[in-house]
């Protein structure tokens, strides 16, 4: 297998008797959108200080694309673009002659970096704003333009720390799209903090849910529904044109894989082990009844989140009550 780009082990941070970051542990690798994901304080920003080497561990480690980040901070921040949630550009220079600038600190070469910069320019969207000062951009084009900042470099690793804060929704949804695309074709490995549960849904292929610096779970949307639901993470609700009986449920319940089920009138909400939506159709269409809608259901993070919390706080297993959530959302 490859070697992961991103290696936290025991990663530990204390400021006096406050532990922000708690032995964490987290493997992210290549191509893959990583969402650390947690409340105000929750630790994520001390996390990511601490992957560039901008502060150091109190135990454990940190490497990235095989640099220990902790004692060969300069070879990290040749692999690693950042983008802080407080962007800076100067306000009297154009786009591209902020580019240019970042570039030549960078030591890329003239040539090439001209060259790079219209390129980045064009790929965030803002080559008929090259020309303009950027004190007259919009926070959605300062966070195009610090993302173009970010990969002039061309990192192998970029961390975005709440990249979408002010941004109207139309701004974030290009701007995550973007991303998705980015890592996507040229295999970008990608973290991004944030504590906007549906944007690190839409984006995502990971999620790690960070609280008092500690991770109380950490996979993918599906994973953590499992983790949390157990055997029940799949739903369907079915639509039918006649009122249903508590005769059909329990036939229902005898099909394998069917976990629970829910009658109301012409709506039956089924909780199942697996992925069985057809079978439960013909089971329908077998007893002469018509279907007239058939809607999937997945968790989504808000019931996750949240459940993880309740669960957490509570030191129980989650209760009944929250297996309704599954019906809460409908594809
Ligand atoms: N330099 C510091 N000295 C002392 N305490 C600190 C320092 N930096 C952070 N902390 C504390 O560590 C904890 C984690 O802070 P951190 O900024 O990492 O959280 P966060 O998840 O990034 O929060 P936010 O979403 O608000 O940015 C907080 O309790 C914070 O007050």
């Known amino acids: ?111 090439e970096l001209h060259v790079r910069a219209r390129q980045l320019l064009e790929v965030v969207g803002l080559t008929a704003d090259a020309a303009q000062k950027t004190s007259t951009f919009s926070r959605g084009m300062k966070q195009r333009l610090g993302l173009a900042e970010v990969l002039l470099k061309q990192p192998e690793v970029i961390i975005l720390d709440e990249p979408t804060l002010g941004i109207d929704p139309a701004g974030v949804r290009a701007f995550l799209t973007l991303i998705r695309q980015l890592s996507r074709e040229q295999g970008l490995t990608v973290l991004l903090s944030s504590h906007h549960l549906h944007q690190v849904q839409q984006v995502c292929d990971r999620v790690g849910i960070f609280v008092g610096g500690k991770m109380l779970a950490e996979g993918s949307m599906d994973t953590l529904a499992r983790g949390l639901f157990g055997s029940a993470a799949n739903g369907v609700r079915v639509t039918v044109t006649e009122p249903l009986f508590d005769e059909h449920a329990k036939e229902l319940r005898r099909l394998p894989g069917v976990e629970e089920v829910t009658l109301d009138d012409r709506i039956v909400e089924v909780a199942c082990s697996e992925e069985i939506t057809p079978e439960i159709v013909r089971f329908f269409v077998g007893n002469g009844l018509d279907v007239r809608a058939v809607q999937p259901v997945r968790y989504g993070l808000d019931d996750i989140y949240q459940t993880y919390f309740e669960t957490k706080q509570s030191h129980e297993k989650p209760a009944p009550a929250t297996r309704k959530a599954l019906f809460r959302k409908y594809e």
């Open 1 to 111: 297998m490859e070697k992961p780009v991103i290696q936290l082990k025991g990663l530990t941070k204390c400021y006096g008797s406050l532990k922000a970051v708690d032995r964490l542990d987290l493997t992210i690798h290549r191509g893959e959108i990583f969402g650390l994901l947690g409340p105000n304080g929750a630790g994520k920003t001390t996390t990511i200080l601490m992957m560039l080497g901008l502060t150091e561990p109190t135990s454990g480690s940190v490497t990235l694309c095989g640099h220990n980040a902790t004692t060969h901070p300069l070879a990290v921040k040749k692999v690693v673009g950042y983008m802080p949630d407080n962007l800076g550009f100067y306000a009297n220079m154009t786009a591209l002659d902020n580019l240019l600038y970042i570039g030549r600190l960078n030591a890329i070469p003239e040539k």
